[in-house]
């Protein structure tokens, strides 16, 4: 299993259509975090942890095919980014959605 993963991870990037649409995800959610944070003055840090992750990932994507640990890396960072976003959300709610 170790070796699947580790073919996965460190593939080489898959090109400018998918770091264009991560990179989209990324510019979606950081306007949701602009748009609760200004006009609504209640911004949730959890939007903005998605954004950077999803821009890891679109930038791991966009890297020339021969960079691939670097890619892998990125890939690494922005999962690991969101798996504690979601611990969190899950075991310590009020840190990311505030008190309530």
């Known amino acids: 299993m170790p070796s699947r993963i580790k073919d996965v991870v460190f593939s080489e990037p898959f090109g400018r259509r998918q770091a264009f649409v ?41 890297l020339p095919t021969e960079r691939r640990r670097i ?8 999962i690991l980014l969101l798996v504690v976003l979601l611990g969190l959300t899950i075991f310590a709610p009020e840190i990311i959605l505030g008190p309530r």
């Open 22 to 62: 991560m990179f989209a995800g990324a510019l979606a959610i950081l306007s949701i975090y602009v748009y609760y944070g200004v006009l609504r003055d209640g911004s949730s840090i959890s939007s903005l942890i998605m954004a950077v992750g999803f821009a890891l990932s679109g930038s791991a994507e966009a």
């Open 71 to 78: 890619a892998g890396g990125l890939r690494v960072t922005a």
